[in-house]
């Protein structure tokens, strides 16, 4: 779908909105949408709205959209976490996708849509960013490993794949330690490196093993700042690779008792949840 966007500049629309969970590539997609827009250098803005997210900044985008690009065929601004924007900027940034100039675009990223106010996604093309399959994930770290001119054993990419929920910006971080460690370490190093980078991991692993509540509340404790529904979703993706592999009626249980969303309930019901499969 996006492909076909792109294929006529004159027919693209002007502004994109990009949403999925943490890591699913959605900046990185942003910039080549740009740079299949003809867009790079002094032309192609990044604003992270989680540090600017004033009216101000948008105001200042708004001013700058005007100018002619420097460089480029067009001028692209992603925004990036557009949803932490305040209410009146959101306003603000409405009225730009409203009237935007012909050699301007818009991408905006987001892991919570709802966040933003209905007349700005009424204005954007929507594209959901989802998690990788897990064949999706092994064949994208067989061209990555296989660029460093190094071939692992298929439990270690089997393992990575698991453990990266099924982002591809995990699974590379992961996969960059296992190619520096020892040839008869990367299996473990894998293990240990998906633990240490992610405690959604930890979580997902202490609830599968059928740890007690202590250990599965003291993990919350230490994700409480982090979005529920992202963390629900991950471990929704960890169990379904568990329950492929090996069958598990624990990860089918867990699966059933995170099947609705928690965008109304939020952290409360994700610590309820995860006590209510502790103590099953």
Not at 135 to 154: V, Y
Not at 186 to 203: D, F, G, N, V
Not at 215 to 223: A, F, H, T
Request: aromatic share 6%; charged share 30%.
């Amino acid at each position: 779908m996006l492909e076909k966007m792109l294929e006529d500049a004159s027919k693209c629309p002007h502004a994109f909105l990009l949403h999925g969970d943490t890591g699913t590539g959605k900046t990185t997609v942003a910039r080549i949408i740009a740079s299949k827009l003809g867009c790079s250098g002094l032309d192609l803005k990044e604003v992270d709205t989680a540090d600017f997210r004033g009216i101000d900044t948008i105001r200042e985008v708004r001013k700058q959209s005007q100018y002619q690009p420097l460089e480029s065929a067009c001028r692209v601004w992603i925004l990036d976490e557009c949803h932490k924007l305040s209410n009146d900027a959101q306003n603000a940034l409405l009225k730009i996708l409203e009237d935007t100039p012909k050699h301007v675009y818009f991408i905006l990223c987001t892991t919570e849509p709802q966040k933003l106010i209905k007349t700005i996604k009424g204005r954007c093309s929507q594209i959901q960013m989802k998690p990788l399959t897990e064949n999706e994930m092994i064949r994208l770290l067989r061209i990555s490993s296989r660029k460093e001119k190094i071939r692992l054993d298929k439990e270690i990419y089997e393992q990575i794949a698991q453990d990266s929920l099924g982002l591809p910006r995990n699974a590379l971080q992961i996969l960059e330690q296992v190619l520096a460690a020892d040839p008869e370490g990367r299996l473990e190093t894998a293990k240990k490196a998906a633990e240490e980078q992610s405690q959604s991991i930890e979580l997902c692993r202490a609830l599968i093993s059928g740890a007690g509540w202590k250990k599965v509340s003291s993990i919350l404790e230490g994700l409480k700042d982090q979005d529920a529904e992202s963390i629900r979703r991950h471990i929704l993706y960890y169990c379904q690779a568990v329950l492929l592999k090996s069958n598990s009626p624990k990860a089918a249980h867990i699966i059933e008792e995170l099947w609705e969303p928690l965008y109304n309930i939020g952290f409360p019901g994700l610590v309820y949840v995860c006590y209510s499969i502790a103590k099953s």
